[in-house]
Structure formats: structure tokens, C-alpha cells
């Protein structure tokens, strides 16, 4: 077991989204000494403030690109005594994938390669990578388990995520003292509950979380609704969102699995969900009903490229890390309600 003291847990991307609400539940139940990796390639430095103001902790970022081995060396080198990485730095969004193929392959396996040779260099033995249910594509069988196979990858961002996994799973392999988790995040949604971090808005968001609530507050005229004629309850898609605290908390809980050695495999990949599915129209009423504010929305075309269904089997994640996702829908949209409704207070 390690001393949680003298320890640390490099957390790259650690100024994005999911990396930051990791951090801050690192700093709420460990000891570990927590250091991040981030060229606010797609953040901001304030995250670090967010952070401090909720935790009372200050966490130190190196900032470089990952991508580039020299300078990742050179910042590494001041890390004392590290035993873990959690890997979120990657691009994610999938219509720029497909614009820019070249810049996606470049930044998430480059930067994966990067913090793996990393790891062999320094004997980093305790690995996680941040992997997508975009793995499994169009599936057949609902709900998905980490058994089904994956599909023909929809987009060049999701094609990163399974080589990723390929590459993570074959060094392992290769490596007798290394230890991995692949964790594949259904839809994080929601903010921190305090409503002082969250994601922060870069331009118009493709996700429907962040346009629903940057409509709600007249940032964006409408949010259109991609379809309802599907065949579904109501027509609409159904995802399982959830809250992006606990797939922070699964972080957690998959570091300790790894550093106390309770996993059989050298490699163990879990499914983030909530289990249960629900339509875009589902998750818009949930969030008029608990803002009380009325969404201004339409129906529109479908768009290309949606899966129409998918959600998770979370059983193994739950029996393994005895982990438990605690906030439902209402509570997911209250959250990035809040968050939003602090973004407009900061202006
Ligand atoms: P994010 O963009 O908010 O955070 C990623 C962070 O990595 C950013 O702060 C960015 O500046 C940094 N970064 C990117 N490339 C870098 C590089 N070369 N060097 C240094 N820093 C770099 O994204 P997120 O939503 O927090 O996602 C984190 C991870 O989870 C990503 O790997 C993403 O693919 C994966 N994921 C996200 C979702 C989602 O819906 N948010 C779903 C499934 C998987
Ligand atoms: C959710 C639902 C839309 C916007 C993406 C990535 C995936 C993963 C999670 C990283 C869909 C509908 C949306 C809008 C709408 N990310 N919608 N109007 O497509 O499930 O997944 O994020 O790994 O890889 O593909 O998420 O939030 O874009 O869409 O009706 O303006 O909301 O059609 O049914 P998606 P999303």
C-alpha cells in the first residue's frame, strides 16, 4: 500500500472538465499530493482558482503539450515520487475529429505514447485511461456491458478512443509491473453541486446539456431537438447522462483498486453510466422543472451520425469498485443550472 503523504498522482488535463472535478475529489478523500499536466489547450489557468475556492487546496499545473516528449520530460522531473497517472488530456469533439482527422490522431495517441514512455521511465505502475461509450458505435443489444464488441468507430475522435485502448491494453502487456483501467464515460453531464466549477463554454457547445442551459439563459436563441421520430418512447434519443462528480468519484475509487493491487487482471475496463436511459425530451422537462425557467425549443431533422440508443450495464464497475453513481437527472440539470447561472454572476 502506498503512504498517501509522500505520494503522487499526476492527473493530466487536469484543468478540463472531468480532470478538475477528479482532482477535486482526489483532494476531498486522499492524501495524495496531486499534480496536473495541462497546456489550456482547451481551459483556462481560473480552473486552479474553482479548485482552491472548493477544496482550500492548491494544485500545481505544469504546463506543457504532452505531445512534446522533451518538454514532458523536462516538467516531470520536478514530480516527487509519483505512483499513478489518470489521463484525460485529449480533443473530444467529434464533429472537429472529422474536420481535422490529423490533429485528433496527433494530440490523444501522441499524448497517450508521451505519458506512457513516461511511465515506463519513471516506473509509474498505476494507470488510468479515459475512454468514451463512442467505443461501441451503433450497438444491438441494450444495455451495453464491457463484453460487447466494439462497432466500425463512428468518427476519427472515437477511432482514438479504441486505439488508445488497444495501445494502453498492449503495453500493459508488455510492461509485468504495470496496472491499467480503462474507464468508458457514457455522457458527463452537470457541475460541481456548489455551482463554483463546471465545464467551461468554448464557443457554441455540440452537447446538449451546455446548449440547453446557455439557451435557458439567452446565450443561444433554441435548442433544436434532433428528431422525434426514432423509435423510441417519445420519439426522441435516449443517452445515460451522468453526473460528472461521479464519474470523478469512480476515478477515485479505480486508483485505490489499482495502488492497493485488488484487481485479477492486468487491465480492467468499466463502464461510467448511471444505467438508465433517457430521451433529449426527458432532459429538457427535467431541467424546465427544476430551473423553472421554459426552454425555448423545436423539433428538428435528425442529426447525422446519432446512435438512437444507448445506455449502460454498470454491474461490474459497482461490484468492483464498490462504487455508486448518487445524483439522478433533476439533480444532474440543477447542477449545470447552478454552474451556469455562477458563469453569468462572473461576467
Ligand atoms: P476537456 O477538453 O474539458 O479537458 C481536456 C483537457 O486536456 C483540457 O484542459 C486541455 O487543455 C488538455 N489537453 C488536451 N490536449 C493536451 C495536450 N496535448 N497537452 C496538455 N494538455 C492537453 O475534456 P473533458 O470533457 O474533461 O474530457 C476528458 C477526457 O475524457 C478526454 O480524454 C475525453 O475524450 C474523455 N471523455 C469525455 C467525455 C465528455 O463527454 N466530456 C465523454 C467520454 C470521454
Ligand atoms: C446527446 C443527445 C443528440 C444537442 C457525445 C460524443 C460521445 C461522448 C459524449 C466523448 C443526442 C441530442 C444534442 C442539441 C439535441 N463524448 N441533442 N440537440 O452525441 O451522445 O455523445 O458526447 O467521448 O463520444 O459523441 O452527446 O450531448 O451531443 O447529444 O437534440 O443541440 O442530445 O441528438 O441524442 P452524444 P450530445
Known sequence: MANQNTSTIIVTGGAGYIG????????????YTIVSIDNFSNSNTDTFDRIEAITGKRVKNLNVDICNLETLE??????????GVIHFAAFKSVPQSVAEP????????????????????????????????????????????????????????????QMGEDIVSNYTKSAPSFKSVLLRYFNPVGAHTSGLNGEYPRGKPDNLVPYITQ????????LTVFGNDYDTRDGSCIR???HVSDIADAHVKAMNYLIDNKQ??????????????????????????????KLNYEIGPRRAGDVINIYANNDFAK?????????NLDEMMLSAWKWQLHLQEEK
Do not use: M, R
Open 319 to 327: 461490484k468492483e469498485l464498490n462504487w455508486i453513481p448518487k445524483y
Open 20 to 31: 478538475s472535478h477528479t482532482i477535486i475529489e482526489l483532494l476531498q478523500q486522499t492524501d
Open 74 to 83: 523536462l516538467a516531470i522531473a520536478s514530480v516527487k515520487n509519483p505512483i
Open 240 to 242: 445515460d447522462y451522468i
Open 215 to 222: 439557451t435557458a439563459a439567452g446565450i443561444l436563441q433554441k
Open 102 to 161: 490529423l490533429l485528433y490522431y496527433q494530440n490523444n495517441l501522441g499524448s497517450l505514447i508521451n505519458i506512457l514512455k513516461i511511465c515506463q521511465k519513471h516506473h509509474i505502475s498505476n494507470f488510468i485511461f479515459s475512454s468514451s461509450c463512442s467505443v461501441y458505435g451503433n450497438v444491438e443489444k441494450l444495455p451495453v456491458t464491457e463484453q460487447t464488441p466494439f462497432s466500425v468507430a463512428e468518427s476519427p475522435y472515437a477511432q482514438t478512443k
Open 264 to 293: 485479477s487482471k492486468q487491465t480492467s475496463v468499466f463502464n461510467l453510466g448511471t444505467g438508465n436511459g433517457v430521451s433529449v425530451l426527458e432532459a429538457v422537462h427535467s431541467f424546465e422543472k427544476v430551473s423553472q425557467q
